[in-house]
C-alpha cells in the first residue's frame, strides 16, 4: 500500500493536481476562462460607460455622431439602389459593371480590408500576386470595350430608334400594338 499511496501522493499530492495541470497545458480551465471572460466584458462595460459620461452638447459633437453612424445606412441603401437601377434602367446598369468588372483583384482586397476593419471585423491577409492580377485585368479590357459598346448599340434613346419624322401614318402604325403570333399560337391549343 506504501507505493500506490506515494504514486498518488506524487500525482494528487501536496495542495497539486499533477494531472490537472498537465491537462491545462492542452485545454484552458473552463472556471477560468469563464472568469477571464466575465472580466473582460467588465471592463469593455465600464470603458464603455465612461465614454457616454460626457454629456456632448456641442454642434460638432453631435455632428461627428451622425457622421460615424452614416456608414452602414449608406452602404446598406447603396446597396438597394443597384438593385432598382439594375431593374429601371438596366443598359446604365450594365455599362457600370462593365467598369466594375475592370477593377483588378488586388484593389477589392484592400477595400475589403478597410470596410472589414472600419465595421470591426476581422480580416486575414492572403499572399497576392499584384502583377498577375494587374495584367489578367489588362487583358480583358479589350473585351470589355466591346462590350461596352454593344451595350451603347442597344440604346434606344440616342435618337435614331423609331424616328417617324413628320409622318403621322407612320408614327400611329408604331404605337398601334402588334399581333403576336406565338401568343396566338398559344390560344389556339388551349382552345
Known amino acids: 500500500m506504501g507505493m500506490i499511496e506515494r504514486i498518488f501522493g506524487f500525482i494528487f499530492g501536496s495542495n497539486r493536481n499533477v494531472l490537472r495541470d498537465t491537462v491545462e497545458v492542452f485545454r484552458e480551465n473552463a472556471e477560468a476562462g469563464a472568469g477571464r471572460s466575465a472580466e473582460i466584458q467588465k471592463q ?27 456608414p452602414r445606412p449608406a452602404l446598406a441603401l447603396g446597396t438597394l439602389g443597384l438593385f432598382i437601377s439594375a431593374m429601371v434602367h438596366p443598359l446604365w446598369f450594365a455599362e457600370r459593371m462593365q467598369g466594375i468588372a475592370l477593377v483588378p483583384e488586388p484593389l477589392w ?17 492572403k499572399a497576392q500576386d499584384f502583377q498577375r492580377d494587374i495584367a489578367a485585368s489588362m487583358i480583358r479590357v479589350p473585351q470589355m470595350i466591346e462590350n461596352v459598346q454593344a451595350i451603347e448599340k442597344l440604346r434606344f434613346d440616342d435618337g435614331q430608334a423609331a424616328q417617324t419624322g413628320t409622318d403621322a401614318a407612320l408614327e400611329n402604325a408604331s404605337l398601334a400594338p402588334q399581333e403576336n403570333p406565338a401568343l396566338i399560337a398559344w390560344q389556339a391549343t388551349r382552345r
Open 109 to 125: 482586397w484592400l477595400l475589403g480590408v478597410i470596410v472589414s476593419f472600419y465595421f470591426g471585423a476581422r480580416h486575414q491577409v
Open 44 to 70: 469593455a462595460m465600464s470603458q464603455l460607460g465612461a465614454e457616454f459620461a460626457v454629456p456632448r452638447l456641442g454642434r460638432f459633437d453631435r455632428f461627428m455622431d451622425g457622421l460615424n453612424r452614416l
